[in-house]
């Protein structure tokens, strides 16, 4: 059974910094694409940024040159460093897992963890 177990969300002033970290069953550590996605109060499900297999990155334009991702392969590990952070960046953050099987794109989600920033 694959299990993604986020943490790091919480309380924080604008400006201030905030690091999650989600960490992924070893069976599909390796052979996924990881991201993180993030749903605020009627809004739709977005992604925040995404990291493949093979260390490319890719980030929304909202949050370019204030939020981090990176993937620990000894810890089973990806992580979303938020530095910066503004009151619209409030949400629920999704660690999400994906891999391509028999040309099916198979996904799954964290738990999500909630992240707030206050003006």
């Known amino acids: 059974q694959v299990q993604l177990v986020e943490s790091g969300g919480g309380l924080v002033q604008a400006g201030g910094s905030l690091r999650l970290s989600c960490v992924v069953s070893?069976?599909?550590?390796?052979?996924?694409?990881m991201g993180w996605y993030r749903q605020a109060p009627g809004k739709q499900r977005e992604l925040v940024a995404d990291?493949?297999?093979?260390?490319?990155?890719n980030y929304v334009d909202s949050v370019k040159g204030r939020f981090s991702i990176s993937r620990d392969s000894a810890k089973n590990t990806v992580y979303l460093q938020m530095n910066s952070l503004k009151p619209e960046d409030t949400a629920v953050y999704y660690c999400?897992?994906?891999?391509?099987?028999?040309?099916?794109?198979?996904?799954?989600w964290g738990q999500g963890t909630q992240v707030t920033v206050s003006s």
């Open positions: 999400n897992v994906h891999y391509s099987s028999f040309l099916r794109r198979i996904d799954y």
């Open positions: 070893r069976s599909v550590f390796s052979i996924s694409d």
């Open positions: 990291i493949t297999r093979v260390g490319i990155i």
